[in-house]
C-alpha cells in the first residue's frame, strides 16, 4: 500500500509506516496544484496531511486514492464534501493533542491576565515598569466558561479545578448528569453561558453550525474585564467584534487562532494582531509539542495498520450531508471494550443512525457517560436491548430541539 505524507510528520510515523509494509513517499512542500499532480503521478492509496488544504481536484487526481488522514483534529482543510462523492474515507486523530492544547488555553489565560507578553517585551527594552504590571486579577474563584465538550474541554476542567477556578460548560448535547459527573455547571445556552463566565474558552470544531457562532451580539454580552480564549478555529468568531471590544477595554483576549494567520511554517505577518490592544496572541501551536506530535504519530500508523489489514478505518469524520439530529441517547456504562459497539450494533439494526457521538470518561477510567445524537427515536425494544449489555449502567433517549 502506498501511502503520501504531504506535510511533515514525525520520524516515528515514517518508520511505523514502513515498518508494517507501506511505501511511502513523503514530500513536505506539496500544496495546490503540486499536490495533485503528485497524487496523479504517485496514485496513493492513503494520503496523510497536517496542515495542507486538500481541494476537490486533488481527490479526484486517481482513483486510487481511498483514504484522507489529517495527522490532527480539524479537518476544515479538506473537502470533506469531494471526498464523501469519491467514496473517499476522511479520518482524523482526535484526542491526541488535547493536553497540548489545553495546556497553551491555560498559558493564554495566564498571559492576559498578568500582561505577560508585554511585561517581558518592556524588559527586553529596557523598561522597568512594576506598577504598571502589579494589576493582574489572578484566576481563583473566577467562572470558566467552555464552549464545546469534546477532549480538549475535558481537559480543561481538572487543570480549572487545580486553579481553583468554577466550571460551567455549554454544548449542543450535554444532559444534566453528565455535567454533574464532571462537577461542573451547565448552560442552557451560549448566552447563559457568557452571562456567568469570567473567562470564556473555545473548543468546538468547526462547521456549518458553529462558523460564526461567537456574535458580535454574543461578545457585547460577555462580562466587562473578561477573558476570552480561542485555541480552536478563527472562523467560529466574528474578529472584528472582538477586536473593537478589546479596543474598547470591555474584554481582552487570548487567541492561538485568527483570521489572516500565516498558512505557511515562516512567513511575515502585518495583520492587525500585531498590536491589537488587550489581545494576547501565538502562532497557531495549540498543538504543537513533541507529546502531542509524538502521539498523533502513532494514531496515524494505527489507522493506516488496521485500514491494510482489515479495510475498517478508525475516526471517520464523513458524514451525510444535511442530515440532521432529532434525538439524544444517553448511555451511562463501565469503561469496558465491547460496550459501544452493542450499542452501535443495535442502534444499526433498528436503521438508526448516528449524527455525533461524545464518549465522556469519568475519573480513574472506571466509568463514562455516551451521549449519542440520533437522526431518529429507538424504539422501547431497542433501548431495552441496549440495557441488556452487563456493562451498561441505564439507557435513556432525549428529544432534540428541532433547530439542534
Known amino acids: 500500500m502506498k501511502v503520501l505524507v504531504a506535510d511533515k510528520l514525525e520520524q516515528s510515523a515514517l518508520d511505523g509506516l514502513k515498518a508494517i509494509g507501506c511505501e511511502v513517499v513523503q514530500d513536505a512542500d506539496l500544496d495546490g496544484d503540486s499536490l495533485r499532480d503528485a497524487i496523479e503521478r504517485e496514485k496513493p492509496a492513503v494520503l496523510v496531511v497536517r496542515s495542507t488544504k486538500v481541494e476537490a ?9 481511498t483514504l484522507v488522514i489529517r495527522a490532527g483534529a480539524g479537518v476544515n482543510t479538506i473537502d470533506i464534501a469531494a471526498a464523501s ?7 482524523n ?23 505577560i507578553a508585554d511585561c517581558a517585551v518592556d524588559l527586553r527594552n529596557g523598561k522597568w515598569n512594576k506598577k504598571a504590571y502589579s494589576k493582574g486579577r489572578g484566576l481563583y474563584g473566577l467562572t470558566l466558561g467552555l464552549i464545546g465538550m469534546g477532549n480538549i474541554a475535558q481537559e480543561m476542567i481538572p487543570r480549572a479545578k487545580a486553579f481553583g477556578m468554577n466550571v460551567i460548560a455549554y454544548s449542543r448535547w450535554m444532559q444534566p448528569e453528565a455535567a454533574a459527573a464532571l462537577g461542573i455547571a451547565r448552560a442552557e445556552s451560549l448566552e447563559d453561558l457568557v452571562s456567568q463566565a469570567d473567562v470564556v474558552s473555545v473548543h468546538t470544531a468547526l462547521n456549518p453550525s458553529t462558523k460564526g457562532m461567537i456574535s458580535a451580539e454574543l461578545i457585547g454580552n460577555m462580562r466587562p474585564g473578561a477573558i476570552f480564549v480561542n485555541t480552536s478555529r478563527s472562523e467560529v468568531v466574528d474578529q472584528a467584534a472582538l477586536l473593537e471590544a478589546c479596543q474598547a477595554g470591555r474584554i481582552r483576549a487570548g487567541l492561538d487562532v485568527f483570521d489572516g494567520e500565516p498558512a505557511a511554517a515562516e512567513a511575515e505577518y502585518s495583520g492587525p494582531m500585531t498590536d491589537a490592544k488587550g489581545v494576547v496572541c501565538t502562532h497557531h501551536i495549540g498543538a504543537s ?58 442502534l444499526r439494526d433498528e436503521g438508526v443512525n448516528v449524527q455525533e457521538m461524545e464518549n465522556i470518561i469519568l475519573g480513574g477510567a472506571q466509568s463514562a457517560i455516551a451521549q449519542i445524537a440520533l437522526d431518529k427515536v429507538v424504539s422501547a425494544s431497542g433501548l431495552l436491548a441496549i440495557k441488556t449489555h452487563p456493562a451498561i449502567f441505564d439507557a435513556s433517549i432525549f428529544d432534540l430541539p428541532s433547530n439542534g
Not at 93 to 115: H, Q, T, W, Y
Not at 305 to 321: C, E, L
Open 289 to 346: 509539542t513533541e507529546q502531542a506530535q509524538e502521539a498523533v504519530a502513532a494514531e496515524v500508523v494505527r489507522i493506516v495498520a488496521d485500514f491494510k489489514s482489515t479495510g475498517i478505518v478508525h475516526n471517520v469524520v464523513n458524514v451525510t450531508k444535511g442530515a440532521v439530529a432529532t434525538h439524544l441517547l444517553v448511555v451511562r456504562h463501565q469503561d469496558k471494550v465491547g460496550v459501544l459497539s452493542h450499542v452501535l450494533g443495535v
Open 57 to 65: 481536484d486533488a481527490m479526484g487526481a486517481a482513483d486510487a486514492l
Open 93 to 115: 486523530c482526535p484526542g491526541k493533542n488535547s493536553i497540548a492544547v489545553a495546556e497553551l488555553a491555560f498559558g493564554l489565560m495566564l498571559a492576559v491576565d498578568r500582561s
Open 85 to 91: 462523492e469519491r467514496g473517499v474515507y476522511v479520518a
